[in-house]
C-alpha cells in the first residue's frame, strides 16, 4: 500500500461526498493496524480466509476507500501482515444455520487504521444470519473502513445486521454490498448510535427474477456526531422487490445525511421498488439532509420515494403536555413513537429489546445534560 500521506482523498465538493465530513479527515495520522475480532456461532461455515472470493456483487464504482480496502485485503492474501479482521461464512445447498454468526470487532489503540472484511456466500436454498458489531475504546481516536459483501444464490435467505457502538472519537467508512440471485431474500439492518463520523455506503443489486431485498436503518446522533448514508436499490431482472426503510433522530449539534437511488434498469418490468427516509430533529442547532432519487428506464413498475426533515410535530407535545406529561418525558415518548415501525421490523439478532434501551439511554444523557429540545429546525 503507498504512504497513507500520499494518497489523494475525495473532497465535499463531489457528488458522492457531498455533505460528508471527509474534508477533516488527516489520513496521514494514521498508520496500518489491527483489531480484535472474534467470531462465535455454527464454526462450520466460518472461516478466516486469506482471499476473499466475492467480486462482482456491485454495480457501483468503487470510491478512494473502497480502492484502499481492495488493495489491503490483495497485500494480505500475498502475505502481507494480517489485522485479523478478514471473515468468510459460507453456507453448502439447502442448509439452514439456526444460530446467529457473531462478529465482533474492537478498536483498542489510537492513531490505527484497519480494515475489517466479511464475506457471507449463501448456497442455494440456504438460511443464514450474521450479525457484526463494532466497538472501541473509549478516547480511540481510529479509523475503520469495514467492508461487508453478501451473495444469496436461488431461493437462499440471508440476514445480515450492523451494529455500530463505537466511541466518540472514532471515525467509521463502510461499504456493504450485496447481490441477489433468483427468488432469494437479503435482509440488511443497520444500528448506528456510536462514533464521530460514521458513513455507510450500501448498495444491493437484484440480479435474478423473484429476489428481493430490505434495507433498515436507525441512528441517533447527538452531541457533535454525524451519521451519513448512502444507499443503492439497483434492479436488475424482472418482478424483484426492494423495500428501504431508515430513521434517524439527531440532537444538539449533531448532523445526518441520507441520500438514496433507485435504479430500474430496462429489463427489470414488473419490479417494486419503495424507499422512505424520516428524520427527527430534536434542537435547534441539529441538521439533517435528505436526497432520495427515482432512475427508472422501463414501464409497468411500482416505485415510490418520500423524505422528511423536520422537529417533533407541535400537536403531539402539546397533546401529552396538556396530560400533565414533563417535556422531557413527553419528548422521550415521541421519539419511541418515532422509532417503533423501524425498531419493530428489525430481526431478533438485533436484539430490539437492547435497542430500546440504548436509545432511552441517550435521550436520558440529554434530558440530564440540561439539553431541552426546541422547535427550531429546518424542515
Known amino acids: 500500500m503507498p504512504a497513507l500521506a500520499s494518497i489523494v482523498l475525495p473532497t465535499a465538493e463531489e457528488e458522492l461526498w457531498r455533505y460528508s465530513r471527509i474534508d477533516a479527515l488527516e489520513l496521514a495520522a494514521y498508520s496500518l493496524g489491527s483489531l480484535t475480532t472474534t467470531v462465535s456461532g455454527d464454526e462450520s461455515v466460518v472461516s478466516r480466509e486469506s482471499r476473499l472470493a466475492l467480486t462482482d456483487v456491485s454495480s457501483e464504482p468503487g470510491d478512494a476507500f473502497e480502492t484502499l480496502h481492495e488493495e489491503e485485503v490483495g497485500r494480505q492474501s500475498t502475505g502481507g501482515a494480517r489485522d485479523g479482521g478478514a471473515v468468510r461464512v459460507a453456507t453448502s445447498r439447502g442448509q439452514v444455520v439456526a444460530t446467529p454468526i457473531v462478529i465482533m470487532h474492537a478498536a483498542r489503540e489510537s492513531g490505527v487504521l484497519s480494515f475489517p472484511s466479511l464475506e457471507v456466500d449463501a448456497a442455494e436454498n440456504s438460511e443464514v444470519t450474521v450479525v457484526e458489531r463494532f466497538t472501541s475504546s473509549v478516547g480511540c481516536r481510529s479509523l475503520l473502513v469495514p467492508m461487508v459483501k453478501i451473495r444469496a444464490a436461488q431461493s437462499a435467505r440471508v440476514t445480515y445486521v450492523a451494529i455500530n457502538e463505537l466511541s466518540r472519537d472514532t471515525w467509521l467508512i463502510g461499504y456493504q454490498r450485496a447481490s441477489g440471485e433468483r427468488d432469494s431474500s437479503i435482509s440488511s439492518s443497520t444500528i448506528a448510535l456510536g462514533g464521530d463520523y460514521s458513513r455507510v455506503r450500501a448498495g444491493v443489486r437484484l440480479v435474478g427474477q423473484g429476489a428481493s431485498a430490505k434495507q433498515i436503518a436507525l441512528y441517533f446522533a447527538d452531541g457533535q456526531q454525524m451519521h ?20 434517524g433522530a439527531v440532537r444538539d449539534t449533531a448532523k445526518s445525511v441520507y441520500t438514496g437511488l433507485i435504479k430500474i434498469r430496462d429489463n427489470a418490468e414488473k419490479s417494486e421498488a419503495f424507499q422512505t427516509n424520516r428524520n427527527l430533529t430534536l434542537s435547534s442547532g441539529a441538521w439533517a439532509e435528505s436526497v432520495p432519487n427515482l432512475e427508472i428506464e422501463t414501464n409497468d413498475v411500482k416505485c415510490s420515494h418520500a423524505s422528511t426533515v423536520g422537529p417533533i ?27 417503533a415501525d423501524v425498531i419493530d421490523r428489525l430481526p431478533a439478532a438485533a436484539q430490539p429489546d437492547v435497542l430500546r434501551r440504548k436509545v432511552g439511554e441517550k435521550l436520558t444523557a440529554a434530558a440530564t445534560a440540561g439539553t431541552g429540545a426546541t422547535t427550531g429546525a429546518r424542515s
Open 313 to 339: 410535530d407541535d400537536e403531539q407535545r402539546f397533546y401529552l403536555e396538556s396530560r400533565g406529561i414533563r417535556p422531557e418525558v413527553a419528548e422521550r415518548l415521541v421519539v419511541f413513537g418515532f422509532f
Open 228 to 247: 451519513d448514508f448512502r444507499t443503492l436499490q439497483d434492479h436488475a431482472a424482472p418482478r424483484t422487490r426492494s423495500d428501504l426503510l431508515f430513521k
